[in-house]
Structures are given as structure tokens and as C-alpha cells.
């Protein structure tokens, strides 16, 4: 059963607004084991949405359209599909009510505009929208369905999950589709190939593989597309049970478990603490942990120490030690990790210090040059990694490699 | 000037990724001046990657593909388009180099997957990519362009920036793109639709106006395409000054650059440092500053005070207040700012202590109490403020709180 998502609005097209609809509707339909196979967005234009609709729809069994439902005149996606399916708009009154209550609530009178927005076309199954004012529409030709939603994001989810995922899962008999991705850490993406060439060379053919780089990760995806769901679920264990024999150093975790949350995990499991002090990376390391619920069991406390002041002062580095080798050093990183450790009276700890760039660098130690410190009950050591070229990648992975480095170390 | 965006991946479709270049790659295009038509994802698949630049060739003048370069199997856009163009791969020597002497920075072998990816089609112009082992392709066909770039998002931007608008810049002769985006507040769409009516009658032909809603705020946007730069701006500017008039109270900015951009710029403009003290934040505020370049001029030190201890021992909060107040109280607040003011020897300091969850709130404090604090040279004051329910939309709103309430200080 294959798809196409299509999403309406002059803001997706100059980059004002991120289309994060279309990224919530792929995975919904993907759960549902419904294939997408192409997603667009295109503007507020008639002769565009017509065009794009008719080419939907020969390709596609399923078309979600979202956006251009509003009050306002740049809004004009009902009318076009009212136009499209040869039908006619008329006043709904349980829309016109159930809007006209909803308004009331936040104190908003009901007005033109909003009666605009109970008018739907004869032709379609109205989609109640209980969190804003417009309806969703859900059209059917040929046995093909087309659904228009509202491009507020949450009235989208909202109707997704109460009126379009039920109606599709009635209405077509669909099979699974089935997703799993193994987290690798510390190996480059062509080394990985590499190494695992005869195992993707032997891969059953209704698995396929994808590769996912980014800084110092790289994630290895098999998907099996409308299957029965535990056959492939099984299928995919069995092949990632392989891998773990061919590549166990670098296996970090499966998607939902990042390194962070297993060391979350860790932390939380071994009643141990863990603090961190920060220079090149500036914070990311510390945020990266205490985005996670529950992370004040054990995250005791960050520094960004990005003066030498703030090394010397708050982490106790020595002088000498920065003076002698230079801030960005083994000696540094180590005496920051203690320093960490002892502020934040914990069992364990990481710092970096390094150079993000753009400016900085020199010829023994270029932009990239990243020395990182681990601090643990047993010992204390400091690895240099070169994070990359670009200021944002190399905080990225600085950040990656710490944590991975302290995941090893646990 | 028409464009399309096309990004490949299978990632994308099953919404394993947020598409963040089509973003990124509209924005860019819409500063140049170039209008996009229609951006679209696919899959990694041939003859979707042909009947899609097919079409996109017909009606823009600009085609930017992203993704599916990789060293891997199931990276398959070179060759498609080596083929689609009617040419054949080579080994380019000067490719090669570059990988391998960037492969041997980081402590990789070149093998033959990297060799592989300095295999470029004759045809095209090689774009370098110089935080990348895939390079960039300039394909032209009856004055048209076709663009392919990695899809790693920071390689992308970096041969956007530095090769691909260079070189549109000189290629096309490029009209203005002008938009700009007024954000009220406090009143329904539909209301403010009402309001404003007359106004968006007599709005003179060239300007387009769409209402852009989010909860509580709605944003109204004026573009201009393809124009006299300083014209359009000019009688955008006349436009909103009327606007003014009519819902002043309404009226909350203009979208722009972020806040931290401008209290960056000021800090360094001003020779003035500044410190942070995080609690809930988790160090979210201190990276927004540090992955700005040049940011060690005036960012001195953050403190993730995450436990009582931290809080007393590194910025000199009292026990007493802690026991008194709580740790989320403006009394803390106010300490938490001071101590990193000192810890930091710095003339500002930003600190926020609250509530992230989802566990940890209280009928008095529920999750999503933040108390923030600020202190100038000449007066350290904190707010409170309820930053919603979900722990990464609490993290996020305080951060953008806090920021925004140092840029009102300054």
C-alpha cells in the first residue's frame, strides 16, 4: 500500500517554518504499514496542488495533504479540493456549533471567518476537530483516499491518531512494515562497510540495509517492507545477532538507546554520580544528560570552563600544568576530569578541552585538535581525537566521543 | 528564477530524519533570490530519482539534490545521475588525494570504498567538499543547473556557502526575495483576519501576505518576490507602520535574528563577559553561546549546578537559602546568578533553577517552574515563569526566557 504526503504553505517553501508534519506523518503511516514512497511540498497555489494531487494519485493509494485550512485568504486548499472533486461547499451546523463552543471557551467570538470554516464540501466524510476550527476532509475516488488536514501541528496529530489511523487500518488490509537500527560507535562508515561486506553481501533479499552516518556514529538500519511483523522482527535479530559476532567492539545500542541513555541507564542501575567539565564543547556534553528524565539521580554537576580562570579557579587546574603544556593538553584534560570529580563529589567524570574554531589553532595543535579526560573511581586518563574541521561538527563529535569514551570506561 | 529541492533518503520517508536541509537549502535560495517552486523527497531508488529531476527540470531553472553519496550500496544518486546525464565515472586524482589526506587526519585508512567516492561523472563540475569524503557535483543542461550534494547536513551547508552560491551569484542575474514577518499576539486568527481586513484590501499588488498561527501568537508575513531589494523592504516597512495603527496593542517584534546572536554581538561590541549558572537548563544556555564562533571572547564559564551541593560549593549559594526557599526559588535564583557573575569574574550572568520533570513538582512549584535569574553590573533580579509540561519544551522555553530577559538588561 503505497502513499504520498503532500504539504501546503508558502512558509515550508522559504524555509520559515521546519516540516516537522511530514516527519510525524511517515511515521504514523510507517507503523501502519503503509509505504511512503514520495513526499512534497509545494505552495498556497491552485494550479500546484491540482497538478501535484493528479500525479498522487496515480502513483499513490493514499494521499495526506496538510495545510491551507484557515480562516485567511492565502488559504486555499478546500476550495481547490472542493473544485478537484467536482463538489460543492456547504454550512455544516455540528462544524458551525462545534466551533462556535470551542471559540467561546477562550473567550473569542464567533465571526465570518469562522463560519467559513464550518462550510465543507458535499462530497466528503467530515474529520471533527476537536482542538481547533478546521474540519479535516476525507475524500474518496476509485477506491483511492484523500485526506486534507490542518498544518497546526498538534490539530494534525490530533487527527490523525483519533479519525485517519482508525479509518485506514478499517478500510485497507495492510501488512507490516518493520524498521530496526543498531547504533554503532568509533568506526569510520567506509571501514564499517568494509568489515561487514560479507554479511550484507548474505542479507535474506526481503531485508534491506541503510547507512546512517554522523559525527563519529554511524547507524545501521534493516528494514522489511509489508511483511508479517514478527517473521521479520525475528528475522532482523537473527542478522543483527550476526553483526554483534563480526563487529562487538563498535555496537553501542539499538535506536530509542542512545550512548547517553545507556549511560543514564548505568548511572542510575549502579547508584554512581557523574559530573563533567566543558571546554570546546561548551555545555552540550551536560545537556545532553540532563535532557533525560530522571537525570538529577546522578548528574551532579557541569562546567564550562571556557576562561583559564575558570579552570584554574573553579576545577583547580595548576597554572603551571596550562603555562607548561598550553590548555589544550593530556596534562589539562586530566586535571580537569579531577576537577570535575572533586566539584561535583562524584565517582565519575568527563572533560574536553580542545579547539572548536574557527580561529585557534596552529600547526601542532589545528583546529579539531580535542583532548579528552575520563575520571573514574579506579583511574584517571585523557585520549586527544580529531573532531573535524567544522565548529559545530567538532563539538558534536567531542561530544559523541566523551561520552562513548565514559560508556567504555563503565 | 525557479528552483526544486530534492532530498533522497529513505530515512527521510520513513521518518527515521527530520528533513533539515530543504530548509536550510530554502532559506539560502530565497536570500539569493531564488524562488522555490517545490521541494521533494524520495527514496533511494533509480527511477524515482529520474522521473522526479524529469519533471523538476521541466519547470525550475535550479535543481539541489542532497543525499545518497555515501561510500555504501545503498547510496545510488551519483550513479543515477552519471547515467541520467549521459556520461561515465573516472577516478579524479585530486579527489582522491583530499580524502586520503583527510581520512589520515582522523586516523582512517583509505580503502576502496573512499576511492570510490572520488569517482566523479566527466561531465560535471566537481564541487570540493572540505569536511567530507563525498563531492559535490555542478551538472548544466540547456542553461539549466542540476546541484548534487551530500546530505550530512554541516558538509551541505559548507559547500552551499562555499561553492554553490558563488557560483549561482554569478551564473543568473537574480531579482531580490523579500520577506518579512511581523508576530503578534493575543489575538485569534480569525479576530485579528477581521481587524486588519481593510488594510490587507489595500495592500499595493506586488506584496503577498499569509497569516502564519501557533498557540497564542499569530505571525503575519509580507514577501515580495523578485524585486528591487531596498523598494520592497521600503514598502513593506510603510505597510506594517500602518499596521501599527491598527492593532498596537498586538504587536510583539519581527522575526530576525535569535536573540543570543544579538546579545553575542553586544557582549563583544561592548568588551563585556558573561557566566552562567544552569540548574534545569542543564547547560542548554551555555551551549546556545559556545557553538557561536568567537564566543571565548566574552563567555567566561556556566556552572550545571544539577545538585544542592554544586549549587553552594562552586557559586557560593547558602544552605540556609536552599532550606529556607527550596532550590527553585528567587532567593536561589538571585545567589545562583551572583556566584557565577564571581565563579566567572564576569559583568553578566544568566541562572535558572526550576522544575524540568516529569517527576519533582508540587501543587506550589509544579513541573515547569522556572525561576530565572539575571545579573548586570548594576542589579541581579530573577522571574518567575511557567514553561509548559513536557521536559524538553520546559528546557527550551527557559532557555529562550532567559536569554531574551539578559537582552532585555543589557
Known sequence: MKSTIITIGDEILIGQILDTNSRYISQALNTLGVVVAERTSIGDNREQIIQTLDRALTSSDIVIITGGLGPTKDDITKHTLTQYFGSELYYNEQIGEAVRTLLAKRGIEFNDLNRGQAMVPRCCTVLNNAHGTAPGMWFERDGKVVISLPGVPFEMVHLMEDEVLPRLREQFTLKSIVHRTMITAGIAESILAQRIAQWEEALPSVLHLAYLPAPNVVRLRLSAYEVEKEEAAQLIDTQFELLRAIIPEAIVGFEGATVEE????????????????????????????????????????????????????????????????????????????????????????????????PTGGSVEKPVGTVWIGIATPEKCFAVCKNCGTDRGQIIQRATAYAIKLLYDSL
Open 262 to 357: 545507556a549511560v543514564h541507564r548505568w548511572m542510575i542501575e549502579h547508584n554512581k554520580t557523574l559530573s563533567v567539565s566543558e571546554s570546546c564543547t561548551g555545555g552540550a556534553i551536560a545537556s545532553k544528560f540532563t535532557a533525560m528524565a530522571g537525570a538529577s539521580a546522578y548528574f551532579q554537576c557541569g562546567v564550562v570552563s571556557y576562561s583559564n580562570d575558570a579552570k584554574c579557579d573553579i576545577l583547580g587546574v595548576n597554572p603551571d600544568s596550562i603555562a607548561k603544556y598550553g590548555a589544550v593538553s593530556e596534562q589539562v584534560a586530566i586535571e580537569m576530569a579531577l576537577g570535575a570529580c572533586r566539584a561535583g563529589h562524584s565517582h565519575y567524570a568527563i572533560s574536553t578541552t580542545g579547539i572548536a574554531g
